[in-house]
């Protein structure tokens, strides 16, 4: 408590003159909050992992690098640090210092039709950023524009943007997505694209909702009110003073949204018509397990390698987020 | 409040020739030869066959049209007979299934509807009841464990879980079994002593007095159920324990507690009916959930209802039978949306008043 006291008390500090006093606060909660602290680590180690993919897991030269190499085609699965029989692909630099041999293993084993885990593992980090950045930007861009307008012009403008908004909340995620890939496989062929459209398309109206209900109050406070006593116009009031600090929460929302898009991705793939079959992909891999339903026990590593790195991946992003949600509403703090 | 329910129910065909629309217009990114499955059990090899078919049900002609003959039903000159029509409730026909879309869904429906109606109680009740325990004990050790749970709960695809259930429990013990039902069982059910009131297994076993096909149904959906449920669990705990919490704050609590009342009172009977008020409004996303996670979870157990189906059908693009279900999932969450957007009206007059 004394701490604290102190901390309101001491002067502005340098860093703080620089990045605003909100900003500083933000950055500053996110730094001390245990839990954002424990995300962010989490999410710094996939960063890692997704740049030093090429030095962690080497592609076969000239081979399309999300292309899980195998090693052969046996229909049964091997366990963990067996050894590479045919076709290796190159080996990593820290192997041979490491372990002092010169064949490379299957650090986590192969799935039925002897892709490699590992492999598949570290490379669908890239995947899982790709696929979760890419549709979080893209839905909260058509979320963004489509609840601004809607909050701005009002009448019926509004009344029709949040009607088709309805429509579309009007399926359940995961079978709409479903639904959409399978309608656009065909006309994209198999692939990431066919699943991500599906994505996008139902997944603005989150975004969209939350923007409107934020500016809708933000025009009523005092602010913004002082504002247009002033004259200040319309347009500049909506982009200097509502947008900025609408534009938390949507943060908010998108560090959540990552975490569940890449979870519905990687649903769709389990299912089969997301990734195709062989592509470095959590989802993907996890999608080997149903060919061994009733003895899971003796192939777990199909399961627990993918299954807990998705997990993780998911976490880091929830985490931050909660964390993120703390220290933009004071309110919250402690509450949740 | 009859204005704001007719308000919201004047809504309700505005949704439902929208979400119509939606999934006719994904039907035409299909060829007219693979939309006539609409209309035919077997596409005809022949193309002068396939020919008079696209021109018998107009598959060829302007988009309005179709849309209409694809509400109401295309008529065959030869036998008179009117084909599809999906508000006729002729969706056409499965060619993954191989019969009609109506007959699959109408067989598998109350299998799904038997997991959620079982997946719903531990969510209300359980997600509840930790609500209130973590927020009666803010910031001791159970409620930074109820928290934690929340969180990592949220992160859990249900897919990872459900292996990880079947890597642990179905290898190994069998106190818990695939499927929807074990052989006996089903021998059982098929004897015409047994009458079919419902279709679900576990109801009608209770109807039938027969505890022993109830609890061969149960065991083989308490897996599935836990699997459905525990995302929602997590979520309804921490919407409960944040309104609780809010609720504890107000003044009128205060009141309560300094009229010397217990703190057991307080809270069963001050504090939780206005603290549940705003997890009415989760009714709307727990049947979005379940809807969503059928589909998962009965792959995965390989429970024989409406979300295998839906995913076998998706996987191998049978477009007629993965939008006939759409259309379904769309209207069921329309109606979820009335009856809980009503309900809230009710408890919370607040809303009205908007």
């Known amino acids: 408590m004394t701490k604290k006291q102190e901390n309101t008390r001491k002067p502005m500090g340098w860093l703080e003159a620089q990045l605003g006093t909100e900003t500083y606060r933000l950055i500053k909660g996110l730094l001390t909050n245990p839990i954002s602290v424990a995300g962010m680590i989490l999410l710094g180690i996939f960063i890692f992992v997704a740049v030093a993919a090429p030095l962690l897991a080497p592609p076969r030269e000239g081979a399309d690098p999300f292309k899980i190499p195998r090693d052969g085609y046996g229909q049964v699965p091997k366990p963990p640090g067996s050894e590479w029989r045919t076709r290796q692909p190159p080996l990593p630099f820290w192997w041979k210092a490491l372990v002092g041999t010169d064949s490379w293993t299957h650090l986590m084993g192969t799935a039925s039709g002897q892709w490699d885990i590992y492999y598949g593992v570290i490379w669908g980090t890239r995947t899982a950023f790709y696929v979760g950045l890419s549709i979080t930007a893209v839905t909260a861009l058509i979320g963004i524009t489509l609840g601004t307008l809607s909050a701005y012009y009002g009448g019926v403008v509004d009344m029709v943007i949040m009607r088709i908004a309805d429509i579309f909340i009007a399926f359940p995620f995961l079978p709409a997505a479903m639904t959409l890939s399978a309608v656009l496989t065909p006309v994209l062929g198999r692939g990431l694209i066919a699943p991500m459209i599906a994505l996008m398309v139902f997944g603005w109206t989150g975004f969209a909702r939350l923007l409107r209900s934020d500016i809708l109050s933000l025009r009523e406070r005092e602010y913004v009110i002082a504002a247009r006593v002033v004259g200040v116009r319309d347009s500049r009031i909506m982009f200097r003073h509502i947008l900025p600090n609408a534009i938390f929460p949507t943060l908010v929302l998108a560090s959540m949204r990552i975490g569940s898009y890449v979870i519905t991705f990687a649903g769709l793939s389990f299912l089969g018509i997301g990734a195709e079959v062989g592509y470095a992909d959590w989802g993907q891999l996890l999608s080997f397990a149903r060919d061994w339903m009733t003895q899971l026990r003796e192939y777990w590593y199909i399961i627990m390698f993918p299954g807990v790195t998705l997990v993780l991946f998911v976490l880091s992003w929830n985490l931050v987020g909660d964390a993120l949600r703390d220290v933009l509403d004071p309110r919250l703090q402690g509450s949740r | ?354």
């Open chain 2, 1 to 354: 409040m009859t204005n704001y329910i007719v308000r919201r129910l004047l809504l309700v065909p505005v949704l439902l020739f929208g979400v119509s629309v939606l999934i006719f217009l994904m039907l035409q990114a299909l060829s007219p030869v693979e939309r006539s499955a609409l209309y035919v059990r077997d596409i005809p090899k022949n193309e002068r066959a396939l020919d008079g078919i696209i021109r018998q049900y107009g598959l060829d002609q302007p988009i309005h049209i179709q849309y209409w003959k694809w509400l109401t039903g295309a008529k065959n000159a030869t036998t008179g007979e009117i084909k599809g029509g999906i508000l006729r409730g002729d969706f056409g026909y499965s060619r993954t299934a191989s019969q009609p879309v109506i007959d699959l869904i109408k067989r598998r429906f109350p299998a799904t509807l038997e997991l959620a109606v079982w997946a719903v109680i531990p969510v209300v009740a359980g997600g509840i009841l930790l609500g209130v325990i973590a927020a009666v004990n803010h910031n001791k050790p159970v409620d930074h464990i109820a928290r934690v749970f929340a969180i990592v709960g949220w992160s859990f695809p249900d897919f990872v879980l459900g292996l990880l259930l079947l890597m642990i429990f179905y290898v190994g013990t069998d106190w818990f079994l695939p499927g929807r039902i074990s052989d006996w069982a089903n021998r059982a059910i098929m004897t015409p002593e047994f009458r079919n009131y419902t279709q679900m297994i576990s109801i009608d076993a209770l109807l039938n007095s027969r505890l022993d096909i109830f609890w061969d149904a149960l065991r083989h959906m308490i897996m599935p159920v836990i699997t459905l449920a525990y995302l929602w669990w997590a979520l309804t705990m921490r919407v409960t324990r944040s309104s609780m919490l809010e609720t504890l704050r107000q003044d009128y609590i205060t009141t309560a507690r300094s009229k010397g009342l217990s703190e057991r009172t307080v809270v069963r009977q001050h504090a939780l009916p206005n603290a549940l008020m705003p997890v009415v409004t989760l009714g709307g996303g727990t049947v979005l959930g379940l809807l969503s996670g059928v589909v998962i979870v009965e792959t995965v157990f390989d429970y024989r209802g409406m979300g295998s189906a839906f995913a076998a059908a998706a996987v191998q693009l049978d477009i007629v039978t993965v939008l006939a279900f759409t259309l379904l999932n769309g209207c069921i969450m329309i109606v979820a949306n009335v009856v809980v957007d009503v309900l809230y009206a009710y408890i919370d007059p607040r809303v009205r008043l908007d």
